[in-house]
């Protein structure tokens, strides 16, 4: 039997299947099951199913308790050559590839819909526009002679490959949905906020510390409203040009102490709170719908909760199911090990290549020991503060660490003169647009000095900027942060590989950190192979380096974790 087959659901809901050769075309005939779960069963030698959109297909076959161990998402796939053409942007669906082709008019795509709270069975329904198989099989042959066009086709496939690997893995934190103990939501939001008063007004603490911000300036002032105490700094005779905190902290005025603490409460309220409670946590689970791939970068988002925002407190509330464990892996230091592993820089990739704290380590050798200023100097070079400190920081990283330090500096030039920018195994920035992402604090660098930025960062299908050194600062940052996104879908993918005959589950995502809820006795088992995936993603994504990518913790507990 042929290890790889191809899969398209007719409008009825059945589906035709048909295996493939090493060409990529039929090698038998095309055959009709009643469902894709009917099809996949009868075929359980299949190594991989070439097929419209894992979003289609891949939750009915999980509701199905069908699990595949490969698959081709020609849709995704349809993304990446699309940006590797430098026609990001483009409609990705596989009718519009199918237009493309023969040269018809070119379907918008469907809209992107949200999820709905309440109603998760929604999540699972089909989307998108249906495809009869001979279509679908053009579609295919043709992505792979453009996968041969491209600038390194062998690294192109293994990225397709990720891709499409990530979505399956996405369904299935969609699947597993993450651990959530409502009950210690409540008990957190109780200790945080007071009580809660009737007809949904603020909470009790929220409303004390309105009061005394109120009273701090002599007058009513709703600290929930930007412009409202953006005037009443202005009338205490203080000019501040937003309420952000790194600009008000600076502030000296007895407003500005329970300013800060109401909007750190608030957030967590609305974006947190008992309402967010109720519509997103369901039989001990929260699933907020996770999207492979939601940004130019390559990172995931998700489709609503918050998902990939989850404050530190908040995460109390994630809990292991009684005698099992979650393992929390978060890659160490992971944006310059990357820098290290894509530059070839010998220095930074002999530090980047040791057990001990990296940032530690570069600022022995070009910062007099001072950790502070290489962890600065190191995230300022990605995500390019290259004024002020910044530039001093930068000058002292350059003479150590040259190669790193060029690389990031080609890539901005590169950004600001229009021509595209690729991560290590092929993922493109746009010349002229991109998902510009949100600069970590950690870095560094004052809000008012990072590119503009769409908010929340939860969602971010493009943002326009004709301005060309904010271009150049993320193209910096895009050839660093979008090989870290490419080097974790290899992660899932081994990972995901490793646990298949474990009871252990992989419940959440985000960047450069994973979750694995287990049984407690599985949990060495579930460590080593976080840690043997995540070596085996750092060959299979930048070859052969003495970099490493360490990191784990067993914790019963979200919140314990580092």
């Known amino acids: 039997m042929a290890d790889r087959w191809a899969l398209a659901v007719a409008e009825d809901g059945g589906v035709e299947v048909a295996p493939l050769g090493p060409d990529g075309l039929p090698a038998g005939p095309v055959r009709r099951e009643a469902g894709p779960a009917e099809a996949v069963r009868a075929r359980p030698d299949v190594s991989r199913w070439v097929w419209r959109s894992t979003s289609e297909i891949y939750p009915r076959l999980l509701a199905a308790g069908v699990r595949v161990e490969r698959c081709y998402d020609v849709e995704a796939a349809e993304s990446l050559l699309l940006g590797h053409e430098g026609q990001y942007g483009q409609p990705r669906s596989a009718a519009a590839a199918l237009a493309r082709l023969r040269g018809g008019p070119v379907p918008p795509d469907p809209p992107q819909r949200s999820a709905e709270p309440r109603a998760q069975s929604s999540l699972f329904e089909p989307r998108g526009l249906h495809l009869p198989l001979d279509d679908l099989l053009a579609v295919y042959a043709e992505q792979q002679r453009r996968h041969d066009r491209s600038a390194d086709p062998d690294r192109m496939r293994l990225l397709t490959a990720a891709e499409s690997a990530g979505t399956l893995v996405a369904a299935e934190l969609n699947r597993a949905g993450l651990p959530w103990r409502a009950d210690v939501h409540r008990e957190v939001l109780h200790d945080l906020l007071g009580e809660r008063y009737a007809g949904g007004g603020e909470p009790r603490r929220l409303a004390e510390l309105a009061e005394e911000v109120s009273a701090a300036f002599g007058h009513r002032v709703r600290p929930d409203l930007p412009a409202d105490v953006v005037k009443a700094f202005a009338r205490a005779g203080i000019k501040v040009g937003s309420t952000r905190r790194w600009e008000i902290e600076s502030v000296d005025h ?163 003169e229009g021509r595209l920018v690729r991560t290590w195994l092929g993922r493109t920035c746009p010349p002229a647009a991109g998902a510009f992402e949100e600069v970590p604090e950690e870095a560094g660098i004052p809000q008012a000095q990072q590119p503009d930025t769409p908010a929340p960062q939860e969602w971010v299908p493009g943002y326009a900027s004709t301005n060309a050194r904010a271009r150049g600062r993320f193209a910096r940052n895009f050839v660093v942060q979008g090989s870290a996104a490419d080097w974790a879908l290899l992660l899932l993918a081994a990972l995901r590989q490793s646990c298949a005959d474990k009871a252990a589950e992989l419940v959440f995502f985000q960047h450069d950190e994973v979750i694995v809820h287990c049984p407690r006795e599985e949990a060495d088992a579930v460590v080593a192979a976080i840690r043997e995936a995540a070596e085996l993603a750092g060959r299979l994504t930048f070859g052969p380096t003495p970099v490493r990518f360490p990191f784990t913790a067993v914790v019963e507990c979200y919140a314990d974790a580092k």
């Open 254 to 416: 007895p407003a500005v102490k329970p300013l800060i603490e109401y909007k750190k409460l608030y957030r967590i309220w609305v974006a947190h709170g008992w309402s967010w409670l109720q519509d997103w946590v369901r039989d001990g689970r929260f699933r907020p719908e996770f999207l492979a791939g939601g940004t130019v970068t390559g990172r995931w988002v998700t489709n609503g909760g918050g998902g990939l925002q989850i404050p530190k407190v908040i995460r109390r509330a994630v809990v292991a199911d009684p005698g099992w464990v979650l393992v929390v892996a978060d890659a160490d230091q992971m944006e310059p090990r990357v820098l290290a592993a894509i530059s070839r820089d010998p220095g930074l990739m002999e530090v980047a290549g040791r057990g001990s704290d990296l940032y530690q380590s570069v600022s022995d050798r070009a910062f007099s020991g001072d950790r502070a200023q290489a962890k600065l100097a190191v995230l300022g070079a990605v995500y390019g503060q290259t004024s002020g400190d910044g530039l001093k920081n930068l000058a002292a990283l350059r003479r150590r660490f040259p190669r790193a330090v060029a690389y990031v500096d080609d890539a901005a030039r590169a950004g600001e």
